[in-house]
């Protein structure tokens, strides 16, 4: 098991990528901390997790509220006296063109995507420092590198936590901490399943292994990098998309 005795902190673990997160982790020996806002979903990947033979518990809390976060971190630490990995993974979209986004579509995104990753990090940050080690990962996009049409609020937030990744590494990295970002493209998620059949289509044939990534692709990069064969790695965007930026 490659994170026995690991405690691992997914926020949004109910469901997508964060939830095979979960799974995988679960499987590998961790105890895993699902974080959502959405309560019967995080129990049922909870159960799924329990019934596999691992350990898990679902702990309610919005990654933009600081508060919450900080009763959440708390919450984890009284159940598991630790947290060992953290996985940056909520996030949200509202999309639009430029010229018809409004100030609330923007500001909401930011909040989860950008904001709670400051908001998580910085919460479980001392307990790692106190530890001597961590890790600390966060979901990306392959948005964040390229741009995307219509996402002017979401690829804001997808480069931005690529900075936070490369500016934490060089400051956490001496704390025996590292920090990385995967970065996903097309992966059959319920944030993807409502783009249209003939734009998946066309997305698809632009990518050189011609098919759809799945939730699982991108936890087994987590994986890797929450693992100890991960351990020199740290301030990296690891690609899983793939190929379509070759």
Do not use: H
Request: aromatic share 4%; charged share 20%.
């Amino acid at each position: 098991m490659r994170l026995k005795d690991k405690v691992a902190v997914i926020t949004g673990g109910a469901s997508g990528i964060g939830a095979a997160t979960a799974k995988i982790f679960g499987r590998e020996g961790a105890a895993v901390a699902i974080v959502d806002l959405d309560a019967e979903r995080g129990a049922k990947v909870c159960a799924e997790i329990s019934a596999s033979g691992g350990k898990a518990a679902f702990f309610q809390a919005n990654v933009a509220d600081r508060a919450s976060v900080k009763e959440m971190v708390e919450a984890v630490v009284a159940e598991y006296n630790r947290i060992d990995i953290l996985v940056n993974n909520a996030g949200i979209i509202r999309d639009a063109m430029l010229v018809k986004m409004m100030p609330e579509q923007w500001d909401a995104v930011l909040a989860v995507n950008l904001t709670g990753v400051f908001n998580c990090t910085q919460a479980v940050v001392p307990l790692m420092i106190q530890q001597g080690a961590g890790r600390i990962l966060v979901t990306s996009s392959l948005s964040g590198i390229c741009g995307n049409v219509g996402q002017t609020n979401y690829v804001a937030t997808k480069a931005g936590v690529i900075g936070l990744v490369k500016t934490w590494a060089k400051e956490l990295g001496p704390k025996g901490i590292t920090v990385n970002a995967v970065a996903p493209g097309f992966i059959a998620t319920e944030m993807t399943a409502a783009i249209p059949q003939n734009v998946a289509k066309m997305l698809i044939d632009k990518i050189p292994l011609r098919r759809v990534g799945m939730p699982e692709d991108v936890a087994n990069a987590f994986l890797f990098l929450a693992s100890e064969e991960g351990s020199y790695i740290n301030g990296a965007v690891l690609s899983v998309d793939g190929g379509l930026v070759v």
